[in-house]
């Protein structure tokens, strides 16, 4: 009797842990399909903390998202669509130079359009800061922007100090390192 009470706890055990674990690999094949809350960019995810934002800062902050992944979308796909149509006519060969010169123009416009696009976030994003968080925000920007010392810029230094990482410096062989 007690043998088959134990097998009836293994098996049930078992079953229990197996339907766990299918759904557990359900829900994480298959929410991905579901439509999420936009989320804010990873930088801007990571400034929560620093900034000591209040619930209502953080509320206002997140509004401002959607309608800023929209326009960055937008002038993304346009700009790729300038692109293609600058290779094609780079496909035409050293005749079609003029029409190169405008696509360049075009995609260049684009480029300083999403540029201004960034900017404008940016400003509404401080907009909504108090005094000692605008602050800190800027600092944080400053420390991404490449060429500012200790800054990384969009990738980052990966390489030690002394490898390339850190301040840019011109090198002249003739000159002690």
């Not at 934002?53 to 669509?81: C, I, N, Y």
Request: a positive charge; charged letters at 30%.
């Amino acid at each position: 009797m007690q043998r088959n009470l134990l097998i009836c706890l293994l098996v049930f055990s078992l079953a229990l842990n197996l339907g766990g674990l299918a759904t557990f690999a359900y829900l994480r094949h298959y929410s991905r399909d579901f439509p999420r809350q936009p989320r804010p960019p990873q930088f801007f995810r990571e400034m929560w903390g620093p900034l000591n934002l209040e619930p209502g800062q953080k509320q206002a902050l997140e509004s401002l998202f959607p309608e800023h992944h929209r326009r960055v979308r937008d002038l993304r796909a346009e700009l790729a669509r300038k692109r293609m149509e600058l290779f094609e006519v780079f496909r035409e060969g050293a005749a079609a130079w003029p029409e190169v010169q405008e696509k360049v123009r075009e995609v260049s416009n684009l480029q300083g359009k999403l540029e201004e696009e960034v900017l404008r976030f940016s400003l509404a994003f401080q907009e909504r800061l108090r005094a000692e968080q605008r602050a800190a925000f800027i600092a944080l920007m400053e420390r991404r922007l490449p060429g500012v010392p200790e800054g990384k810029g969009r990738m980052g230094p990966k390489w030690k100090k002394d490898m390339g990482g850190g301040r840019v410096r011109l090198v002249d062989p003739a000159l002690p390192k």
